[in-house]
């Protein structure tokens, strides 16, 4: 195959990320532009490769040996591993400087000349010891009332005026292109590209996207990143974004906070939304109390198997999470009536949905105290093999449920998202 010497950034999107033996290191996600000074080519530096272990890393670009159709290939196997950051005069093509708005005054496109263009391409060419910016593809004004878009023309960048970092500040610039890129991820994913922006465009994107969407993404990022985002948004945009947020990770989040700001947010929440988030944040965080969630599924003695699974089908409820039914006498809301035992997910398949959940209730399931330790749930898992775990107090009422990977969340540094692995790909 041929190696090119010319290539558009979208069109590397994607592409596996290969050492000089085949070895796959991971997928081309942007490439890292150098904002240079009026008159001087940009300078492509590098690729945003995102690992399988969804981190973003910066692989310099005169590591590129090749760029074929379907893959970019590395002179050395042996990368970086240290998260990407952008510094100031840097700038990522697809998720900042595509979308940009410009003009040009190209003679060959004399109609052009004065009207605002957007940029939604950069071709980069190989040079003697550098990839630089050789043309920009933009795509014109809309013209007539049957056209949807205008066309889209290719002009070479001394042609092009606007390309620069006042201009990608510009407020809303490039919202709605970096959405459209933030569909189908998953939220960790987003979190890490968004981790990955300056603080005005990232929390602008935070700004447009959704409450239900946010709240995902924030429970994936660190604490800090957390506070820092909420902080920027208006304090009633805040609190319906916690009400969207499972009732644990926003007793961690609000407990990062002075309580002063923890209780007006609490208290512009809605009651039956803060409440069990009041009640979590009674316990030490590192106890059962604290980590649990007390929204597991609970039906009562009387449920069917068919009611069950249903709740177990919600795809809100996450995996860990729809492996058990919990069993109480009324009520079936935290703090529930007398805890009766629980069903897994495995019996009640086997079961005719008609039967009563009563009938194949694991009365004996192990539970755990609201104040038990990290370390004696550590113990607790291990010893019995689950993955979700009662929490039941002295009086025999269900409280909520420990998930293992809310236990892990719990026994790893705070700053776990952010620490740099030691090792070297190679």
Do not use: C
Not at 73 to 83: I, M
Request: glycine share 6%.
């Amino acid at each position: 195959m041929t190696t090119a010497l010319k290539v558009f950034v979208a069109r590397l999107v994607g592409l596996t990320v290969l050492g000089p033996d085949g070895e796959s290191i991971g997928r081309v996600r942007d490439v890292v532009i150098s904002m240079s000074l009026p008159g001087h080519r940009p300078r492509a530096l590098g690729l945003a490769v995102e690992l399988t272990t969804r981190r973003r890393i910066f692989v310099p670009m005169l590591r590129v040996t090749s760029i074929e159709a379907d893959a970019v290939t590395l002179t050395t196997g042996r990368v970086n591993l240290r998260s990407l950051h952008l510094r100031p005069n840097e700038a990522l093509a697809v998720g900042q400087i595509l979308d940009s708005r410009v003009r040009i005054d190209d003679p060959d496109l004399p109609e052009q000349h004065g009207t605002e263009l957007t940029v939604v391409d950069l071709e980069i060419e190989r040079a003697r010891t550098d990839w630089l910016v050789s043309r920009v593809a933009l795509r014109t004004t809309r013209k007539g009332r049957l056209r949807r878009r205008g066309e889209t023309v290719v002009v070479p960048w001394n042609h092009v005026h606007g390309l620069n970092r006042l201009n990608l500040n510009r407020p809303g610039h490039g919202v709605e292109l970096a959405l459209s890129q933030f569909e189908g991820m998953r939220p960790a994913d987003v979190a890490n590209a968004l981790r990955e922006l300056p603080e005005t465009r990232r929390n602008e994107l935070a700004a447009a996207l959704d409450d239900e969407r946010l709240a995902d993404v924030l429970q994936e990022m660190p604490t800090d990143d957390q506070t820092d985002l909420l902080a920027e948004l208006k304090p009633s945009r805040a609190a319906d974004v916690l009400e969207a947020m499972d009732p644990d990770d926003v007793a961690d989040l609000l407990a990062a906070l002075p309580a002063t700001e923890a209780e007006a947010l609490l208290s512009r929440m809605d009651p039956e939304e803060s409440e069990p988030v009041r009640r979590l944040m009674l316990h030490s965080p590192d106890t059962a109390g604290g980590v649990m969630t007390p929204e597991p599924i609970i039906v009562s003695a009387a449920a069917t198997v068919a009611e069950a699974l249903a709740h177990i089908r919600n795809p809100d409820i996450n995996p860990a999470g729809a492996s058990m039914v919990f069993v109480v006498r009324p009520p079936t809301s935290t703090p529930t009536g007398k805890f009766l035992g629980s069903v897994h997910t495995q019996p009640l398949l086997r079961e005719p949905p008609a039967n009563l959940v009563a009938g194949i209730l694991d009365a004996d399931v192990p539970r755990l105290h609201p104040d038990d330790s990290l370390e004696k749930m550590t113990r607790f898992f291990a010893t019995y093999n689950l993955v979700l775990a009662p929490v039941v107090d002295d009086e025999g009422h269900l409280l909520g449920a420990v998930a293992v990977d809310d236990l892990l969340d719990a026994m790893l540094p705070s700053d776990w998202r952010e620490q740099e692995p030691e090792a070297e790909l190679r």
